[in-house]
């Protein structure tokens, strides 16, 4: 059996645009990939790595947009991870 493939998303309570772009995305994947949300107020590193610039979609280190949701660029992510003809249960 095989892992589904992981979307990062670096994050804040109380941030907006967060959660506008959870709200977005997690429809968009379509189970094709999981989301990780890491909140960055609890890791040192990672508030000094994006401070105000949240929230950050990352794949596997690359990050795909930040602020706001890049579709197409999430949609060409997913369908180079994880085709949908792949997409089996």
Request: glycine letters at 4%; one cysteine or more; charged letters at 25%.
């Amino acid at each position: 059996m095989s892992s589904s493939p992981v979307l990062t998303v670096f994050s804040r309570r109380g941030c907006h645009l967060c959660e506008d772009l959870l709200g977005e995305l997690e429809p968009l994947l379509r189970g094709r990939a999981v989301v990780d949300v890491r909140d960055i107020d609890l890791d040192d590193s990672l508030r000094e790595r994006y401070h105000t610039r949240v929230p950050v979609v990352s794949a596997a280190g690359v990050e795909l947009c930040h602020y706001h949701l890049d579709r197409p660029a999430v949609l060409a992510w997913l369908d180079q991870i994880a085709p949908r003809a792949s997409r089996l249960s």
